[in-house]
């Protein structure tokens, strides 16, 4: 119980840290990645955004959402791979983490496989736009940090995804 309560609030501290990094949805009310982690109430009503340009500074769109129970990097999302492959190619010291997520369908061991095998997917284009694989690690989160609560085909969208996380 103890371990179970600790790691709720260590994931509920991690969220909150990342969303205090991203900001929070748009002031333009234009909805984006981060709106759907903020608004959870929002998430049965949408699908998730589509590829939104590079804006100024770091790079702005750092999610990669796949099909279910695939792991292959959808055309509409090879944009955000190539703007974080050409954001990394020009600072050299940068480093990243790709997190490999799924929807709550499936068993533990094949969802952990399955996150995997996307944040795998997605470093794998990165190498081959010129990233050193040195500097792009892959892990899995499984079911373990879902973005949206939600059962629904539009929840369940939201958490198959691989998210880009500099260090």
């Not at 049965?44 to 129970?69: H, M, S, T």
């Not at 949206?148 to 369940?156: A, I, M, Q, V």
Request: aromatic content about 8%; charged content about 25%.
């Amino acid at each position: 119980m103890k371990n179970s309560s600790s790691y709720r609030i260590l994931t509920i501290v991690a969220l909150a840290a990342s969303l205090a990094a991203c900001g929070t949805a748009s002031k333009s009310g234009r909805e984006d990645a981060t709106y759907y982690y903020s608004n959870k109430a929002q998430v049965a009503k949408v699908e998730p955004p589509p590829p939104a340009p590079v804006q100024n500074g770091p790079v702005a769109l750092k999610i990669v959402y796949f099909d279910f129970d695939k792991y292959d990097i959808k055309p509409q999302y090879r944009n955000v791979v190539e703007a974080h492959a050409s954001y990394l190619r020009n600072r050299p010291a940068s480093k990243v983490v790709i997190e490999g997520h799924t929807d709550l369908r499936g068993g533990r061991e094949y969802n952990l496989a399955l996150g995997q095998r996307r944040a795998e997917s997605v470093q794998r284009a990165l190498t081959q736009l010129g990233v050193p694989g040195e500097r792009i690690e892959a892990v899995s989160w499984g079911i373990e940090k879902p973005a949206s609560l939600e059962t629904t085909e539009e929840g369940h969208q939201l958490n198959r995804r691989a998210e880009f996380s500099y260090r």
